[in-house]
């Protein structure tokens, strides 16, 4: 019977992980960031997602830094360690799971270990392989970033993936599947125990669908602002079709974030040799989407009277909801405008360096406001309604 749990990795979805167990078995939180190991257990915690402060504060969460301690006791261990795509090795880097699998198998405890970190497909297999002395499940999350532990709370689904042809190892399965039923608000959550590779593909398959649709959408206002149509008028009348729906069309400068770039690019990399089309498009419509809207930005810059023609990047962070920097849409549209040696200067509250990508950064609202002769901002917030005739968004919603 499953009742310690250690989570290695405290990242947004290992961190939701352990404060979705913390009510009901005894957790420790490993990571190796002394800073955010002292802030949790010292209460002192931020995030943008305040859900998990407010469960830091309901039911206070012990991490460590000290592995063989936080792991020596448990009945399942929960990896949840970063796993970047590679552009080189063109795969998602599994460096820091084989790492912690490999901290285990030299231990003389043997937990269960529960993969929640994104692998490609068949990955769980080869690490099964690689350590055959240890049990080795996989479980793919469906959280979106800044409403993490909300969507633990309220999953859609629970999806175990294991050895089928292991009874022992199904029954498992079916163990960890209930703990997430117990933790889980919206009780009964629809179940699926199916193999490790199916797991691993429905995350695949998921996340790019959803990219799919953030392209679709983006796709669509590039062609009602090419046509001087209204985009907003377009979506809203497509989205009325409840086989299509409200949701996930709100236009941007491009997907980015932890999930959605690398899950999209490992689909294309798994499928090699297999015919496709439609995968190797959505990668290829995102950095489309991106040169379309800095052409945008350019020609805006153009028709700016005066002299203080600034741009102004408002934030750097992909969702209105998050503090994710990672693959931020914005980015690669900076680099554009780099190159087209136009004068930048960012606003962006969670940066500590005064320059990014060689580009001042302006701590003062008000001040960047005053120096921008053009604003762009992915998505729009409140605190721009005073200056907002000079913003370019294609934020039509006002929402991720």
Do not use: W
Not at 1 to 18: E, N
Not at 55 to 81: G, K, R
Not at 86 to 95: F, K
């Amino acid at each position: 019977m499953i009742k310690k749990i250690t989570v290695v990795g405290l990242g947004y979805v290992g961190l939701a992980q352990a404060l979705l167990f913390n009510p009901h078995h005894d957790v420790t939180g490993y990571d190796i960031d002394e800073e955010k190991v002292r802030a949790i257990n010292e209460g002192t915690f931020k995030s943008h997602d305040f859900d998990v402060e407010n469960a830091l504060l309901t039911h206070p969460l012990h991490a460590s830094t000290d592995f063989n301690a936080s792991v020596i006791d448990s009945e399942l261990v929960i990896i949840a360690t970063p796993t970047h795509f590679d552009e080189h090795e063109n795969t998602l880097d599994l460096s820091s799971l084989k790492e912690t699998l490999e901290k285990i198998s030299r231990m003389k405890h043997r937990p269960i270990i529960l993969i929640k970190s994104t692998i490609y497909n068949g990955a769980t297999s080869q690490l099964q392989a690689a350590f055959p002395h240890l049990t080795i499940l996989f479980s793919p999350e469906f959280l979106r970033e800044g409403s993490a532990l909300l969507d633990n709370l309220y999953p859609s689904r629970i999806v175990i993936g294991t050895r089928l042809e292991n009874e022992k190892e199904r029954q498992i399965a079916e163990e960890i599947a209930s703990i997430y039923q117990l933790a889980a608000e919206n009780k009964p959550v629809p179940t699926l125990i199916v193999g490790t590779k199916e797991a691993e593909a429905i995350k695949l398959f998921a996340n790019t669908y959803l990219a799919l649709r953030v392209a679709f959408f983006n796709e669509l206002d590039t062609y009602a602002q090419t046509k001087s149509l209204d985009s907003q008028a377009i979506i809203n009348g497509v989205s009325l079709d409840p086989r299509i729906g409200d949701y996930y069309n709100n236009p941007s400068f491009g997907y980015g974030g932890y999930c959605l770039p690398k899950d999209t690019r490992q689909l294309k990399a798994n499928y090699e040799l297999i015919p496709e089309a439609l995968i190797s498009a959505t990668v290829s419509a995102n950095a489309t989407r991106k040169t379309f809207i800095a052409k945008k930005i350019k020609e805006a810059y153009d028709n700016l009277k005066g002299n203080n023609k600034v741009i102004g990047i408002y934030r750097l962070t992909m969702k209105k909801t998050a503090d994710n920097m990672r693959e931020s849409s914005i980015i690669d549209i900076i680099k554009e405008l780099k190159s087209a040696k136009l004068p930048l200067v960012i606003f962006e509250p969670l940066l500590n360096e005064t320059t990014f990508l060689d580009y001042p950064v302006i701590k003062d609202l008000e001040a960047f406001k005053t120096m921008s002769a053009l604003i762009v901002a992915n998505r729009y917030f409140d605190d721009l309604d005073d200056v907002k005739e000079k913003v370019l968004t294609r934020d039509i919603k006002g929402r991720d």
